[in-house]
């Protein structure tokens, strides 16, 4: 069983874009994801953040169909940036691969990742029953 909710209003302040401060997961089978940078297939990095922000994300879609999961199996993702981001053009781009769904989420803004060329990394964890 997955169950997104919130605590009552009165509680914690309302999620303040498209997710839910809490997943719980029953009996279920977990897939743990390392993050995903905005590498294409042929090793190809984009230098616009969103344009590699939709390569992660695409690189976490296809891990979780290599593990028979979909996107709406996706109960955590945590975002990590680098440098200057336009957020309304993430939320859009983060909007588009989640459709309907509203996992838990964390975005956080970190000084750098594995290499000078990498602005996003994105982790994912899955559950299914």
Same mark, same amino acid.
């Given at each position: 069983?997955?169950?997104? @909710?919130?605590?009552?209003?009165?509680?914690?302040?309302?999620?303040?874009?498209?997710?839910? @401060?809490?997943?719980?997961?029953?009996?279920?089978?977990?897939?743990?994801?390392?993050?995903?940078?905005?590498?294409?297939?042929?090793? @190809?990095?984009?230098?616009?953040?969103?344009? $590699?922000?939709?390569?992660? %994300?695409?690189?976490?879609? $296809?891990?979780?169909?290599?593990?028979?999961? $979909?996107? #709406?199996?996706?109960? #955590?993702?945590?975002?990590?940036?680098?440098?200057?981001?336009?957020?309304?053009? %993430? &939320?859009?781009? %983060?909007? &588009?691969?989640?459709? #309907?769904?509203?996992?838990?989420?964390?975005?956080?803004?970190?000084?750098?990742?594995?290499?000078?060329?990498?602005?996003? $990394?994105?982790?994912?964890?899955?559950?299914?029953?």
């Amino acid at each position: 069983m997955r169950r997104f @909710h919130n605590p009552p209003p009165h509680r914690v302040h309302p999620p303040i874009a498209g997710f839910h @401060h809490q997943a719980e997961v029953s009996p279920s089978r977990w897939l743990v994801l390392s993050g995903q940078l905005g590498i294409r297939p042929d090793g @190809h990095v984009p230098e616009d953040t969103i344009e $590699q922000l939709a390569v992660a %994300l695409e690189n976490v879609r $296809q891990n979780l169909l290599a593990a028979d999961l $979909q996107v #709406k199996d996706v109960v #955590k993702l945590t975002i990590h940036l680098v440098g200057e981001v336009d957020m309304d053009r %993430l &939320r859009v781009e %983060l909007a &588009r691969w989640l459709g #309907k769904h509203e996992p838990t989420l964390t975005i956080l803004f970190v000084a750098g990742l594995v290499g000078p060329s990498f602005r996003v $990394q994105v982790e994912a964890l899955a559950a299914a029953y």
